[in-house]
């Protein structure tokens, strides 16, 4: 079975600072999609930005880019000139190519102070 | 935009009830999950269904069981409701044709269950 793991449960971060949320996970397949999403206080989940296994190119959107290492099983989110409204929980999730199922880490709550 | 929604935000009932959650998609959607959130274990999935009156289980099924009469609502069921229950429920949808290109979950805003 996969496992995802965020070792660190909260983070802050400056305004304008840039912040990096970790997440390892584990698995025997050799394709499969990554993802983190974000809940803010609303609870309402937001897809942040995804990553194809068999893409060698880290994923970026807009301030939101990844570190995806394939080999230690490591993708982490890198956030740049982080903004108040960055402050949610992010959840690291994972799905197998094959499957419709995601599997969630449990979650880093960041704050951005002002 | 696709719209899930989840009929309570907020529940709150008593041990040994039997509690009903109800999740309705307004898109069509094949899949639909339910997943039940716990600070420090994340998100873990309760059940899902890829049709109507399909059902799988996920990983933590355990006292939990659900009904798929019809495509656009998915209901979570606690047969006898217990204190250990008390937790963030939340439904999702995805298409199961697009989910390859589109890859994306939509959520409802959650419903909070307190078990008293």
């Known amino acids: 079975a996969q496992t995802v793991t965020q070792s660190q449960p909260e983070m802050s971060v400056q305004e304008a600072e840039t912040v990096t949320l970790s997440c390892t996970y584990d698995?025997?397949?050799?394709?499969?999609?990554l993802f983190w999403y974000k809940q803010p206080p609303s609870r309402q989940m937001i897809l942040v930005i995804r990553?194809?296994?068999?893409?060698?190119q880290n994923a970026t959107e807009n301030r939101f880019s990844v570190n995806f290492q394939k080999a230690a099983k490591s993708f982490s989110l890198k956030i740049s000139d982080s903004q108040l409204g960055d402050t949610a929980m992010y959840f690291c999730a994972f799905r197998e190519t094959s499957g419709s199922r995601l599997t969630f880490g449990e979650g880093t709550q960041l704050t951005v102070n002002p | 935009d696709v719209k899930v929604t989840q009929s309570s935000r907020y529940l709150v009932k008593r041990t040994g009830e039997k509690v009903f959650l109800e999740c309705v998609q307004d898109m069509d959607h094949e899949n639909m999950f339910w997943y039940r959130q716990d600070p420090g274990l994340g998100l873990r999935l309760i059940y899902f269904s890829y049709d109507v009156k399909m059902k799988e289980k996920g990983d933590i099924p355990e006292g939990y069981s659900v009904s798929r009469e019809k495509k656009e609502r998915f209901s979570l069921i606690l047969e006898s409701a217990s204190t250990n229950q008390t937790s963030m429920y939340l439904c999702a949808s995805s298409s199961l044709w697009t989910f390859a290109t589109n890859e994306k979950l939509f959520f409802g805003s959650g419903t909070q269950l307190s078990v008293l």
């Open positions: 698995t025997s397949e050799s394709n499969y999609y």
């Open positions: 990553q194809e296994a068999y893409k060698q």
